[in-house]
């Protein structure tokens, strides 16, 4: 979003976006059966627009008795994204334990293993697509006069399937 941010930061950001790793069509299928966001319509998912390390964009069109296509972006979470995290996390909930075991003064000035917590927090609600569509509505609400932002058109969290559509 260069209407956003300096060009030199998206600029940096899209060569991290262009190195990420994808999932297959077929586990973006499988979490979109899964999360049954498409019961009463037809879904064609579209190729691959961007991945990054949480999820990938697909391109789509829904197609429903009121509509004869809609194109819409869908965010799919990559399918090990919550089993990568929590083994991440348990790593550095680890390394906080072991730093305040063998460093007590250490967690007398710093609670490292409160700080893992904290983060551990943060990066469980990234990875929410309902959460995502909450905080797009929000975005969009404050978003100054002629600057947009995509409009949210649903969100799912199915065990280790998450879509967000807009």
């Given amino acids: 979003r260069p209407d956003l941010f300096p060009r030199s930061a998206c600029d940096r950001l899209a ?16 979490s979109l059966e899964a ?3 498409f019961a009463e319509e037809k879904m064609e998912l ?5 991945s990054g390390v949480v999820a990938q964009v697909h391109r789509g069109l829904i197609i429903s008795k009121a509509t004869t296509g809609r194109e819409v972006a869908l965010k799919i979470v990559h399918p090990d994204a919550r089993r990568r995290l929590r083994g991440d996390l348990d790593a550095l909930r680890f390394a906080a ?3 305040s075991y063998f460093a007590p ?8 293993r409160g700080a893992v917590e904290e983060f551990a927090a943060m990066m469980t ?11 797009l509505a929000i975005v969009r609400r404050n ?3 002629g600057v947009t932002a ?17």
Avoid at 125 to 135: F, K, P, Q, T, V
Wanted: proline residues 6%.
């Fill in 15 to 30: 060569t991290l976006q262009r190195k990420a790793r994808t999932h297959s069509r077929a586990e973006s299928l499988k």
């Fill in 143 to 145: 978003l100054p006069d």
């Fill in 150 to 166: 995509p409009e949210p058109l649903f969100a799912k969290d199915q065990g280790d399937h998450s879509v967000l559509a807009e």
């Fill in 97 to 99: 334990d072991a730093a």
């Fill in 35 to 37: 999360t049954g966001c």
């Fill in 46 to 50: 579209l190729e691959v627009a961007g």
């Fill in 125 to 135: 609600a990234s990875i929410s697509m309902e959460r995502e569509c909450a905080n």
């Fill in 105 to 112: 003064s250490v967690a007398t000035w710093y609670d490292p």
